[in-house]
C-alpha cells in the first residue's frame, strides 16, 4: 500500500524546491501518494489563516508532512497586506509552521549538521605551516521545538493582571515606572516533561550513534530558571545512559566553540531559541542554509522541512538558481522516519558524490551574489543539481 504525505510547497522558493526533492524521492523508487496543502503568505492574506483548517485535517490524517517554506512578516506588515475584506476582523497572523509545531506538539525537531568532503564552503582552519586543516562535521542539534520564547506568551502594554503579578517579582521593581505601551514582555516557558522528551530523544540518537554523550547548550548561569531545568533534566536523565555523559556549556560560548573546534561536538540539546541560534551556526559551517535540513517530530505526526527561507525574490528566476540539496535532504530525513532508511542512505550517498565531483555546483556553492547573471560563472540550475544527484542514483 503506498504511504501518502502531505506536501506543502509553503511561498518563495519552497515552490521550487519541494517540486525537485519529489523527483529524487521517485528516482530512489519510493512510491506514495503526494496531496496538496495550502499553507503559508496567500493563504493569511486570502483568508485571513497561513495555517487553514483543511490544511490541519490533512496533517492529522496522513500524519507526514514534507514542507517547503514560508514567509513570515512582522505584525504591522503582516496586517497591512490583509485583504481589505478582512480588515478590523481581529485576525492576527502566527507563523504556520509554529503554529502546525503547537498543534501537533511536534516537539523535537532534529537538525543535522554533516560536512561533505569536496564542498568548497566547508569550515577550514591554517595551521602556523599554512597548510589547510578541514575536519570532519558531524552534529545533530535536538531542539525544543514548541516552548521556550516561541510560545507566543507575550504582551506590548501588558494587561493590568498580568502587570501586577509580574511586579510581585523583586525583578520587577526596575521597570515600574515604565509606562504600559513602553513595555514589551516575551515570556520564555520550559516544562519538565518537555525538557526530559528532548534529552532523552538526544541520548537514544547519541547511543544508537556511538557516542559519548550529549552537550547542553543553554545559559543557566543568567536564565536560571528555564536553562536550569533543562541542564537539571539531563543530568538526571544520564542515570539511565551508563556510561554516557553530560557536557554544558552556555549558549555564547558554544557559538565561540563550534567555530572554533566543530568536530568536537555530536549531539546537541537546546531550548527553542538557542536550539534555532546553534543550528544555524553550524549549518554555516557545513556549507549554509542550502545544506541544512530538519525534522519536527511528535507522538503521531511529523513535519519535514529545510530551514532556509522562502526567498520570494529568487521564485520566479527562470531557470532556477537556487540549490535544493537541504530539500532533498530533509526528504531523506522523512525516509528514515518511516522505516525507508536504505532508500534515505542512497540519497545522502549520491550527495555526497556529486558534492565531490564537484562538477555540478549552484551559485551559493561558488560564493556567487544571486542572480540571473551567475549561469555566466559556472552555476548549475536548480534542476541541474536534482538531475546530478539522481545520475548518481542510478
Known sequence: MKRTIVALP???IGKVVL???LRVLKAVGFEAEYVNGDIGWDFWCSEGNALPQRTIDLLAKHQIGLFGAITSKPKDKAAAELSPALQGQGHQYYSPIVTMRQHFDLDICMRPCISFPGNPLNFVRRRPNSQIDEPKINAMIFR????????GVEWTNPPKNVRDTLETHPKMKAFQHVPGEDLA????????NACRRIVKAAFDYAKAGGFKGINIAEK???VRETSGMMLAEAKAIAKDY????????????????????????NVIVAGNMFGDIVSDGF???????????????????AVFEPTHGSAPKYEKLSPSIVNPIAMIMSAAMMLDHIGEKPRADRIRTAIAAVVAEGKTRTYDMLRLTGGPEVFKHGAATTQQMTDAIIAKLR
Do not use: H
Not at 549549518?283 to 505526526?301: P, Y
Open 10 to 12: 509553503g511561498d518563495g
Open 19 to 21: 517540486p525537485e526533492s
Open 144 to 151: 525544543q521545538n514548541t516552548e521556550c520564547l516561541y510560545a
Open 185 to 192: 514582555i516575551s515570556c520564555r516557558i520550559f516544562t519538565r
Open 220 to 222: 543557566p548561569n543568567v
Open 242 to 265: 551508563p556510561g554516557m555523559g553530560v557536557w554544558d556549556a552556555n549558549i555564547d560560548a558554544m557559538m565561540m566553540w563550534l567555530t572554533k573546534n566543530p568536530e568536537d561536538y
Open 283 to 301: 549549518a554555516g559551517l557545513v556549507g549554509g542554509l542550502g545544506f541544512a535540513c530538519s525534522a519536527n517530530i511528535g507522538r503521531e505526526v
